[in-house]
């Protein structure tokens, strides 16, 4: 039996653990960079942020939806007049709006009556849409902005930038940094100074999810809304068509929000204006943690894996694997409900469950060498039983030595040095009658549940109740040498019927000795070469008792302790009390009869 594989050493453990954190930590900081991973963080917030939705602020933007119904009640073709438009003005000033956003971009001139009666209506109460555009072409990259008609600016109508910027898998969720943005503008125009920068928003639900009217209600208030509808009220006015909302179908200024994950559906451009206005009013922005912090995180969750896999891996590995999963993802909700902050759990899982993943593979393929050791190592000395018994839970067996009380078995051929010396001419023929004597002895020996400790020469040592308990042990390893005692007469049988005419037939007999006691048991040996075997003075003894079967012409003897174990199950009678050279006591010795077994 060669020495343990180094890899199964705690030093060598503890180096594959961190070599497999290492990496680990390496392969997900490099891929966070990326953007298919952090379009994968975002659908993750898309998720967490829309798990329990903030409530709508109160006083909140009211939306005036150009849709359907106006389109039928209006009977115009888009775009509109804009003196239908400075009409609609004139009606919110008068129903009391503080401030009215048009998310609608006048950059071109219309007829010089429309676009002078919108002038006129138009005042600093009054944001309309610009946009700015960047544009990459093979000769240049553009950046481009359109403002609304000066004439409007100039009667004191403000512009506000109401470009919505998208991420890579087209949905909004950021809000657009421009310091006189759409809604911000309107912000100012509510009393408020709107912080700077930008962040991550929260939505407040589907489309429609703050109160809307449609445009041809806001032209007459009274006949169609309750009074004082607007009184006080941020308004902005913008599409929002209800034909063609969905994901596949697009439609006119409608867009994917971290809602459309749940919902399906777009939003209007209006309703994301109310929505970054509410966000920016209510301080609800939430900052995307920065890359460090995000390396912080990995660098945490790996160190927590190495922790929780250091001793080992098993179904606890998936439990706590799963734990952490669950953890990270309650831990980051956490941190955006209630500090506003969001970071994203895919990362920490990840690596939490790829380390714990990594060990469990090492320690998956380290037990099947195991196994596999324990297989060659010992399937010449125990039953394929045993042998699988061994495999399947190595901690059944114990390396170096430990005390156990075991039975032994010694047995050798009688006479055989005559039988060689005869067959010195022919040693094939010698080498092939000491296994086919070998053979069937060994075989009994595994039957019943032995370990073969050893050959030397033509002698056989066997014991039981080792590496694996076998409570029986005492009865098997009498039955065992019962058993071989058959086995020898089927031998001589054949023998008998194989010599030659001129030759005097070969018969074989067997001495066994067996003795029960306390001994020494595991690996023997250097550290370049060990056999698992058993010492002590019983071992002896069982050595000397085979020796006796000479002297006193029985075949089998047994000492003391086997006999007072098997003597309801076996004929047994005491023959002698000797003095065996190395012990000061006298020993009683018995022979064993066939019956009882």
């Known amino acids: 039996m060669k020495r343990p ?48 939705l903030p409530h709508l602020p109160a006083g909140g933007p009211v939306i005036v939806a150009i849709d359907e119904p106006s389109f039928a009640e209006l009977a115009l073709q888009w775009p509109w007049p804009r003196d239908v438009h400075a009409r609609l003005v004139e009606s919110l000033r008068e129903a009391g709006a503080r401030a009215i956003g048009i998310d609608i971009i006048f950059a071109d001139p219309s007829s010089p009556q429309a676009d002078a009666a919108l002038a006129a209506a138009v005042g600093p109460d009054v944001v309309l849409a610009a946009d700015e555009t960047f544009m990459e072409t093979p000769q240049a990259d553009q950046f481009i902005r359109v403002e609304p008609l000066a004439e409007l600016t100039a009667a004191g109508a403000l512009p506000g930038v109401a470009s919505i910027p998208l991420d890579g898998d087209g949905t909004l969720r950021r809000l657009p940094a421009y310091p006189d943005g759409f809604a911000r503008e309107l912000l100012r125009l509510a009393g408020t100074e709107p912080a700077p920068g930008g962040g991550l928003l929260r939505v407040f639900g589907p489309a429609r999810t703050y109160p809307t009217v449609s445009y041809y209600q806001a032209l007459d208030p009274p006949g169609f809304l309750p009074d004082e509808f607007f009184r006080d009220r941020v308004v902005i006015v ?31 451009g209006a309703e ?24 912080a995180a990995l660098v945490l969750a790996v160190f927590l894996a190495a922790l929780a896999v250091r001793r080992g891996t098993g179904w606890r590995s998936v439990a706590v694997g799963l734990a952490a999963v669950v953890a990270s993802a309650f831990g980051s909700y956490a941190l955006l409900d209630l500090a506003r902050i969001y970071l994203s759990p895919v990362g920490p899982a990840l690596a939490f469950v790829l380390v714990a993943a990594g060990q469990g593979a090492r320690d998956y393929a380290a037990e099947r060498r195991l196994r596999r050791g324990i297989t060659r190592a010992f399937s010449q000395y125990l039953s394929p039983v045993l042998v699988e018994r061994l495999a399947s839970d190595p901690s059944l067996l114990r390396l170096g030595g430990e005390r156990r009380t075991l039975t032994i ?181 018995y022979a064993v009869a066939s019956r009882g077994w």
């Open 5 to 52: 594989e180094p890899w199964a050493s705690p030093g060598n453990r503890r180096l594959g653990l961190a070599a497999i954190s290492a990496g680990v930590l390496l392969v997900l900081s490099a891929l966070s960079l990326t953007t298919p991973w952090r379009l994968l963080d975002m659908r993750v917030f898309d998720f967490l942020s829309t798990s329990r």
């Open 238 to 268: 913008g599409l929002s068509l209800q034909n063609a909302p969905t994901i596949d179908a697009g439609g006119a200024d409608a867009y994917a929000t971290s809602y459309t994950l749940r919902s399906g559906r777009l939003t209007s």
């Open 272 to 295: 994301i204006q109310a929505t970054m206005f509410d966000n920016l009013r209510a301080g609800l922005l939430v900052t995307p943690a920065g890359d460090a912090t995000r390396l």
């Open 409 to 589: 078995l010694f047995t050798d051929v009688r006479g055989f040095t005559t039988v060689a010396e005869k067959m010195k001419d022919e040693p094939e023929r010698l080498t092939t009658l000491i296994n086919r004597l070998l053979d069937p002895l060994s075989r009994i020996v595994l039957e019943e549940g032995g370990t073969i400790d050893k050959y030397i020469g033509d002698c056989l040592m066997a014991f039981w109740n080792a590496p694996l308990d076998e409570p029986d042990h005492a009865a098997k390893a009498v039955r065992s040498a019962l058993r071989m005692r058959e086995a020898m007469a089927a031998l001589n049988c054949e023998l008998a019927s194989e010599a030659r005419s001129r030759e005097e037939p070969l018969r074989l007999d067997i001495g066994i000795g067996i003795n029960t006691g306390e001994c020494i048991v595991g690996n023997m040996g250097s550290d370049l070469r060990f056999d698992y075997s058993a010492i002590g003075d019983a071992v002896n003894l069982a050595s000397r008792l085979e020796g006796k079967t000479r002297d006193y012409d029985i075949p089998i003897i047994i000492g003391p302790e086997t006999a007072r174990l098997i003597a309801d199950r076996f004929e047994i009678t005491e023959i002698d009390r000797i003095a065996v050279k190395g012990r000061s006591e006298i020993v009683p010795i």
